[in-house]
């Protein structure tokens, strides 16, 4: 097998992430990184946060705000023709009323040893919430008082704690989650969700995902935390493959608002009465369309929580 990969690159804008990296994993790539500048300024909570990324790195949104999402496909696959699919793919999301911005896919080679570590550059301990910090598994980290650290290997799955739609998952997390909660985490990728609910003392959590490639990366990360006799990750989706007898305290789902508008119609039926779904993922000129699915389907909008270009839903 060749040691090289092609590095594909699309050049796009925050609003057009969750679409695109979709269309990456429908056509067969193992995972993503997403290199955002905006992410930086919109994390930075307290002024010692930036002691937590490379300069260099968030310098390049003083001039350009592009969004660069890159994956990795050996050499020995059709290469051109996958370029094609997704430069066709990525176009059509104009379609659907989601600025692409440049829309530009291109490529460039790498040896295997630089793409299974170039991205963890972009990638710091980051204190999200109050307590929580993820720690990427090859930096150092001191805790200091009530942290509450996750230690992350995401590999090439998605999930590192860095994104807006992340960090106000875990903030809601930290806000509902007790000693005796059931949490369910749809579209669980690397895990980070769920391990976090176990780690604020949830009794029982259970992380689902369409991609294998995720599965067994949360369930790595699952082991690396302790957590494994609180959390599993499994294979699947809600409807159909979650026992219907189990019923969730929480339910947390940070994918994307077409996906949540779709699942409004089932999560009620794996929630306990009053239970708390917490719904992410979602671009601010899609809330209005995810609200009034959720109402539709019999829940109650508690808040909607908004950061950079992205929103938060919480209802019960």
């Known amino acids: 097998m060749s040691d090289t990969w092609i590095e594909v690159t699309i050049e796009t804008t925050t ?24 992410d930086f300024f919109f994390q930075k909570a307290h002024e010692y946060d930036w002691d937590y990324a490379e300069e260099e790195l968030f310098q390049r949104a003083d001039g350009d ?103 106000m998952c875990i903030a809601n997390l930290e806000k509902y989650v007790d000693k005796d909660s059931t949490v369910f985490d749809i579209g669980c990728g690397s895990g980070i969700l769920g391990i976090v609910a176990a780690k604020l003392g949830a009794k029982d959590v259970v992380g689902i995902d369409i991609d294998a490639v995720a599965v067994k990366v949360a369930n790595e990360n699952i082991l690396m935390n302790g957590v494994q006799d609180i959390m599993l990750a ?49 671009i601010l000129a899609k809330v209005d369309d995810v609200v009034a699915s959720l109402e539709e389907n019999g829940f109650e909008v508690v808040s909607v929580e908004k950061k950079g270009e992205w929103a938060c839903v919480i209802a019960r």
């Open 15 to 38: 609003e057009a992430v969750e679409a695109i990296t979709n269309i990456l994993y429908e056509h067969g790539a193992q995972g993503a990184m997403i290199d955002d500048p905006k």
């Open 65 to 167: 705000d592009s969004v660069r999402i890159k994956t990795y496909i050996s050499e020995e696959k059709d290469v051109e023709g996958f370029i094609s699919i997704i430069s066709q793919e990525v176009k059509k999301l104009t379609d659907y009323g989601i600025d692409i911005g440049p829309g530009r896919v291109y490529t460039d080679s790498v040896k295997e040893e630089d793409w299974a570590n170039n991205w963890k550059q972009y990638y710091k301990p980051t204190r999200i919430g109050k307590n929580i910090v993820i720690k990427p598994e090859w930096e150092d980290y001191e805790p200091s008082g009530d942290d509450i650290v996750i230690r992350m290997d995401p590999g090439m799955a998605f999930g590192t704690g860095s994104h807006e739609t992340t960090s």
């Open 234 to 282: 499994m294979e699947g989706n809600l409807a159909d493959d979650m026992d219907k007898n189990r019923k969730a305290d929480i339910v947390v789902a940070n994918i994307i608002a077409d996906i949540i508008i779709i699942l409004a119609k089932d999560v009620k039926n794996f929630l306990k009465e009053g239970g708390i779904f917490i719904s992410s993922g979602i």
